[in-house]
């Protein structure tokens, strides 16, 4: 039996969704709890295939894992027994990668595999990790079978490390290798998104010294070890946005609860010229969509920007908006798979290189789609609820990778939406 989900569009959504803990924050500090000396006590935890991978990982390693609730789990890795992180799981995600400033940081010599995860930009390099651990004083060998060997035989030392291209990940890594290094990591030209500030708050709490995570330029003075505490993950920007993309295509009014508004404004903002209304308190978000869908362009960034891990769900309402948009993918050399599953629907769209131009249609029309990756598999839920007719979408595994319950979340706001058990049908 194979899973698709199924949809029945055509609803405007209305009602309440509560957002849950950041996957991109979830999945870096579950490998940093490797670095304390103590019991970390991590709250806010998403119920979602990828945290489950990295929390299995650690558990392969010999880390005790427990949950208290489905969303509080305490890690105690003082007992662990080994320093390689099991290969079949690395390869199952890309925030894998993780694991190699943690255990670097811990044991100054790990070997992991490849890490794997979405594919969307052809290679996904991590030569700039690499780089940020050599310059600590790391050496680094790839060996056949795509392990990668990463030795300190001297230890790490603090440097000053440029990066050439923002890279959320290798920002977060070097984090990692520099907390126990002796001396001082200066990290220049640094991501700045909002799950590397929840990285280096947690890294504080537990007693590391990381100073300026949020600018371009972060500093770590390492710490001779970290002790054990209560850590609370920070919302999922790209799930409050996924929600808020959701009720621009479909129409309607969704209150989303739990959210932190600075990390929303950048999407809100392109939401309001597409002719939403957007208003927030504190920690919740209302959106609104009564009237028409306006054309708009969208060009992703590195934080502040425009996130591209929003970009596929924003395609949606501009299928179905008047006149021609364009969205321009600027972290990633292409992230427009999706659109030839969109087409299906019937959706107008023109792909050159980084540039997609979206020519608005009247309507979708349900199809049979495929979820391509995490966020692509997004757009089709997207998709499928604001199409005429059914829909019905295969590899639902990746949605399921990084969307807490997002099959119940929408039904609780009056989407018609299943999970459906298809026989004998390869996914
Ligand atoms: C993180 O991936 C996210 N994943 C991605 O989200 C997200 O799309 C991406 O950041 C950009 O925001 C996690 O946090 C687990 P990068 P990451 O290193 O860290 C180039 C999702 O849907 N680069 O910031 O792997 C790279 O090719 C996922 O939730 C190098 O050249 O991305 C890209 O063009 C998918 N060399 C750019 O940097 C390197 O060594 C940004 O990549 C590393 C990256």
């Known amino acids: 039996m194979n899973k698709k989900i199924a949809i029945k569009g055509g609803n405007p959504l209305n009602g309440e969704i509560n957002i849950s803990g950041a996957k991109n924050a979830a999945v ?9 000396d103590g019991v970390c006590r991590l709250e806010n935890i998403p119920n979602i295939v990828d945290v489950m991978v990295q929390l299995d990982i650690v558990r392969g390693m010999g880390a005790d894992v427990k949950f208290l609730t489905p969303t509080i789990v305490e890690i105690d890795s003082r007992n662990l027994d080994r320093s390689d992180p099991p290969f079949e799981l690395m390869r199952k995600l890309r925030a894998s990668y993780y694991l190699m400033g943690a255990l670097l940081s811990r044991y100054h010599d790990v070997e992991v595999a490849m890490p794997g ?7 996904r390099p991590i030569d700039l990790h690499i780089k940020g651990f050599e ?10 079978g795509g392990f990668v060997c990463v030795k300190a035989e ?3 030392h603090g440097k000053t490390i440029f990066l050439d291209v923002v890279s959320v990940g290798a920002t977060m890594n070097i984090m990692l290798a520099a907390t126990l290094a002796e001396g001082q990591t200066v990290i220049e030209n640094a991501a700045k998104e909002p799950h590397i500030v929840d990285l280096a ?3 504080n709490a537990m007693g590391a010294n990381v100073m300026g995570a949020g600018t371009d330029v972060i500093k770590i003075t390492g710490v001779e070890k970290l002790h054990g505490g209560t850590y609370s993950i920070i919302p999922d920007q790209i799930e409050a946005g996924t929600y808020m993309a959701a009720v621009a295509a ?22 309001v010229e597409m002719g939403c209304e957007v208003t927030y308190t504190d920690d919740t978000v209302r959106v609104t969509r009564t009237g028409e869908i306006h054309r708009t362009n969208i060009k992703t960034m590195p934080y502040p920007g425009f996130p591209t891990d929003m970009q596929p769900q924003m395609a949606i309402p501009l299928c ?5 948009s364009v969205i321009t993918e600027g972290v990633w050399d292409s992230r427009f798979r999706y659109v030839d599953e969109l087409r299906k629907m019937g959706a107008e769209i023109h792909v050159d290189g980084k540039v997609a131009v979206f020519n608005g249609v009247d309507r979708l029309m349900g199809a049979p789609v495929t979820a391509y990756d995490l966020r692509a598999g997004a757009a089709m839920i997207i998709a499928g609820l604001a199409a005429v007719g059914d829909t019905t979408i295969s ?5 399921e990778r990084g969307y807490d319950d997002i099959v119940g979340k929408l039904r609780s706001v009056g989407a018609i939406i299943e999970y459906v058990e298809v026989p004998g049908e390869a996914e």
């Open 28 to 36: 870096a500090i579950i490998p940093a709890a490797l670095l304390v």
């Open 154 to 156: 001297n230890g790490l």
């Open 135 to 144: 310059a600590l004083g790391a050496e680094t060998a790839v060996k056949e």
């Open 201 to 203: 708050n947690f890294l």
């Open 117 to 123: 995860g979405c594919n969307f930009g052809g290679v």
């Open 395 to 399: 590899d639902t595994r990746h949605i």
């Open 250 to 271: 479909t129409g309607g009014s969704l209150l989303i609860k739990n959210i932190i508004p600075k990390h929303l404004e950048c999407i809100s903002t392109k939401l």
């Open 320 to 324: 179905l908006a008047q006149g021609a």
